[in-house]
């Protein structure tokens, strides 16, 4: 079997979509501060359909329900540590057992989604939380999902340089594949930022030379946002991933969204050219838009033997 960098030398490789977003559509209430991870627990086997109909779809890549899985949020709900960490691990055997003819990403979600405030979108708490702080806030569930055998981790949405310094030094830590995923913004002179405010290709350019690193982008991002950060992605010599939300907003106060879901397809085109070869959709991005995402791609690029 290739590795998912080899795939992405040879053409671009279809993500999945909002896998909170699928589980909600099809009943199940993912409301709470733990999110989808509170599924692993509560109904395993409906992460297992959810990723079974991205795959379905055509999607490549099966990303875990531990974007919001860890041993505090856990913890928080009267979850010991033991089983939070089964949990944790677990959600990668959930995400092979949906998709198996495709590459597991073991989620890891910033700081912010385990204090379930909104805060991923503005990047405050790294005011107080140091770099080490931040390490060590993502060592565990980083261990656990390698270990547990995901091929590659999606540390995503992420909003300030200082989380991106943390998981790239723990990446080299522990010898294990990543991708780097801002949530950006783009500011009136069209240059892509983190949510607070850094330059997207200053925070790109600390990858290189990180081995580790598979690619580096945006998700959660609006769609207008997502071309000026593809560049500012291409301009680091790493492959670009890029999975969009569907430009609707999160009200954090009342947990719901505001707009219209869905993503459109004629815009991958102009992904691929500026350097996306990771492709996909976040946050209210269903099978059936990821099915329409495929039509635009390669046929056969970045499939898995």
Request: charged share 20%.
């Amino acid at each position: 079997m290739r590795d998912l960098a080899e795939a992405l030398a040879t053409g671009p490789v279809l993500l999945d979509g909002g896998l909170s977003t699928e589980l909600e559509a099809r009943g199940h209430d993912v409301s709470s501060a733990l999110w989808s991870a509170r599924l692993l627990r509560d109904d395993p086997a409906a992460v297992v359909a959810a990723h079974a109909a991205f795959a379905a779809a055509g999607a490549q890549v099966a990303t875990t329900a531990s974007y919001q899985a860890t041993v505090e949020g856990f913890a928080a709900v009267g979850i010991g540590a033991p089983e939070a960490r089964r949990l944790i691990a677990s959600s990668v055997a959930l995400a092979r057992e949906g998709a198996p003819e495709g590459w597991v990403a073991g989620s890891i979600g910033p700081y912010g989604a385990m204090l379930a405030d909104g805060s991923e979108y503005t990047g405050g708490y790294v005011s107080s939380a140091t770099v080490a702080d931040l390490r060590a806030f993502h060592r565990p569930r980083m261990e656990l999902l390698a270990e547990a055998g995901a091929d590659v981790l999606a540390c995503e949405t992420l909003p300030a340089a200082a989380e991106v310094e943390a998981l790239l030094l723990e990446a080299r830590a522990l010898g294990v594949p990543v991708w780097l995923s801002l949530t950006a913004v783009v500011d009136d002179d069209g240059v892509a930022r983190t949510r607070r405010g850094e330059r997207a290709d200053d925070v790109f350019a600390m990858t290189a030379g990180v081995d580790e690193v598979v690619a580096v982008g945006v998700n959660c991002t609006a769609p207008d946002a997502v071309l000026p950060a593809v560049r500012a992605a291409a301009s680091s010599g790493k492959p670009v991933v890029v999975y969009p939300n569907s430009g609707e907003t999160w009200d954090a106060a009342v947990r719901r969204w505001n707009g219209s879901p869905g993503i459109d397809p004629a815009a991958v085109p102009g992904w691929l050219a500026e350097g996306a070869r990771l492709v996909g959709g976040c946050c209210r991005v269903r099978p059936a838009d990821v099915g329409r995402i495929a039509a635009t791609l390669t046929t056969g690029s970045g499939s898995r033997p």
